[in-house]
T-cell receptor
Framework: GQQVMQIPQYQHVQEGEDFTTYCNSS?????IQWYKQRPGGHPVFLIQ?????EVKKQKRLTFQFGEAKKNSSLHITATQTTDVGTYFC???????????FGAGTQVVVTP | NAGVTQTPKFQVLKTGQSMTLQCAQD?????MSWYRQDPGMGLRLIHY???????DQGEVPNGYNVSRSTTEDFPLRLLSAAPSQTSVYFC??????????????FGSGTRLTVV
C-alpha cells in the first residue's frame, strides 16, 4: 500500500537558521498537502501542490513537489520561534484516494 | 462559521466502557473522517465518510464504529474501551475531490485516556 515517509522526524533549529524537511512516497501522488500542528493544537492546512515540479511560497516557507510527483519538501528560511510545531505532509494517489499522512517532522527552535 | 466542533475535549474511561465522540461541521463538507494521533506515529485514519449514509474503514478501524445520518454530524463510537485506545482523536472534514482539492479542516481534538 501507499507509504508516505517524512524525514527528519525531529529538527532542532537555532533562530535565524534555515532548514528543510522532506516527504517521500512509495507511489506516484496526484497531489500533496502540508499541515502544521502547534504543540497541544490541531493540524492546520498550509498548502496543496498538484503539478509536477510545482513550487509555492508562503512568506518564509517554500514548498516544492518533485518532478516525478513522489516527493516533496518544505524549506523554512530565517526560522522564528513561531515556526515551532510539527509539520505533516499528506499525499493522495487518485481522485477518490484518502489522504495518507506522514509521521511528521517536529521542529524545535531555540532563541 | 464554527468549523469543525468536537466534544468532549477530554475524557477518561475505564476499560470496557463505551462512549461516543461527537463531531459536527457547519461548512457543508461532504467528506468527514476520524484520525487518531499517537506519539511518533502521525495521524492514522480510523473511519471516513464521503456523504450521508456512506461510511468506510480506514487503516485502524477495529474497536470503533461510525455512522453518518446527516451531512453535518459524524460520531465515533468506542464499543468497549481498551488502554490501547488511549490517544488524541481528531475529526476532519473537507469538500470531496469532485469539487476540487481542498485541505482538511480539523477539529480541536478529544484527548482520551482509558484506564
Amino acid at each position: 500500500g501507499q507509504q508516505v515517509m517524512q524525514i527528519p522526524q525531529y529538527q532542532h533549529v537555532q533562530e535565524g537558521e534555515d532548514f528543510t524537511t522532506y516527504c517521500n512516497s512509495s507511489t506516484t501522488l496526484s497531489n500533496i498537502q502540508w499541515y502544521k500542528q502547534r504543540p497541544g493544537g490541531h493540524p492546520v492546512f498550509l498548502i496543496q501542490l498538484v503539478k509536477s515540479g510545482e513550487v509555492k511560497k508562503q512568506k518564509r516557507l517554500t514548498f516544492q513537489f518533485g518532478e516525478a510527483k513522489k516527493n516533496s519538501s518544505l524549506h523554512i528560511t530565517a526560522t522564528q520561534t513561531t515556526d515551532v510545531g510539527t509539520y505533516f505532509c499528506a499525499g493522495r494517489t487518485d481522485s477518490w484516494g484518502k489522504l495518507q499522512f506522514g509521521a511528521g517532522t517536529q521542529v524545535v527552535v531555540t532563541p | 462559521n464554527a468549523g469543525v466542533t468536537q466534544t468532549p475535549k477530554f475524557q477518561v474511561l475505564k476499560t470496557g466502557q463505551s462512549m461516543t465522540l461527537q463531531c459536527a461541521q457547519d461548512m457543508n463538507h461532504e467528506y468527514m473522517s476520524w484520525y487518531r494521533q499517537d506519539p511518533g506515529m502521525g495521524l492514522r485514519l480510523i473511519h471516513y465518510s464521503v456523504g450521508a449514509g456512506i461510511t468506510d474503514q480506514g487503516e485502524v478501524p477495529n474497536g470503533y464504529n461510525v455512522s453518518r445520518s446527516t451531512t453535518e454530524d459524524f460520531p465515533l463510537r468506542l464499543l468497549s474501551a481498551a488502554p490501547s485506545q488511549t490517544s488524541v482523536y481528531f475529526c476532519a472534514s473537507s469538500y470531496t475531490r469532485m469539487r476540487g482539492d481542498y485541505g482538511y479542516t480539523f477539529g480541536s481534538g478529544t484527548r482520551l485516556t482509558v484506564v
